[in-house]
């Protein structure tokens, strides 16, 4: 497959996000993402964040098998969750799931600086290739549990998390700035949400519901 054919997909996949949104304007109370996102989504080729063999099938809005028993998300779910962020130019985000970094490169077109942690050495290593080729100069990959966060560049304007703990990680609390923004899937394997916790400028949290979800697992220990 060429460029154009490429264009012409990723097209079809924005105009189906866009059906899809319409249908879910009663859980995230708006009838249309912004603009924004959506140039986002126009910009990033997905199909450079896939295994190469499943690049045919990279626009087409359902999850793809990205090695290590992970996976890249469905589109739609990757439009919601950047959206949902009201990300703003000047904005320090933390990312919790680099995987092959698709959702880093989105995040990385609407602000000024993302930290992606991956706790999987060989999708962190590709993804920095993979977002080194597409000139995303504005991403910092590191190898770590997310439980922990990233004290260092702490504290962030907004965090996502597309892995789901069976809670919110109380350090990714603490290293969101007052005013600031997390969005991230949480609760038993069998019954996730994606959540929007928004934290005021005193310090204190309020969290609300989206709508079921189904991610992997965010472990609070390292694996093995």
């Known amino acids: 497959m060429d460029d154009h054919e490429f264009a012409e997909l990723r097209q079809h996949m924005i105009a189906e996000i866009a059906a899809k949104t319409i249908f879910a304007c009663g859980q995230l109370d708006k009838a249309a993402l912004a603009s924004r996102t959506l140039a986002a989504l126009d910009k990033v080729p997905r199909h450079e964040f896939v295994p190469f063999e499943l690049q045919p099938f990279a626009y087409a809005d359902t999850p793809l098998p990205i090695g290590f028993d992970k996976t890249i998300s469905q589109p739609f779910i990757v439009a919601v969750m950047t959206d949902l962020l009201d990300l703003q130019a000047t904005d320090v985000v933390l990312e919790v799931g680099t995987g092959l970094g698709y959702q880093s490169a989105v995040l990385a077109e609407l602000a000024q600086q993302v930290y992606s942690i991956e706790l999987i050495s060989g999708l962190a290593a ?9 000139g995303h100069r504005n991403v910092e990959v590191r190898v770590e549990n997310g439980w922990r966060g990233w004290p260092a560049h702490a504290p962030f304007d907004k965090i996502i998390v597309t892995a789901a703990p069976d809670h919110i990680p109380p ?4 290293q969101l700035k007052p005013g600031g923004k997390m969005v991230l899937p949480t609760g038993a394997p069998d019954d996730q949400r994606l ?18 979800v189904r991610f992997s697992l965010m472990l609070d220990t390292e694996p093995g």
Do not use: H
């Not at 993804?127 to 080729?133: N, Q, S, T």
């Open 171 to 174: 350090a990714l609390v603490d």
């Open 126 to 134: 590709q993804a920095k290739i993979r977002l080194a080729r597409q």
């Open 195 to 212: 959540l929007v916790l928004d934290k005021g400028d005193d310090g204190t949290t309020r969290t609300r519901e989206v709508f079921g």
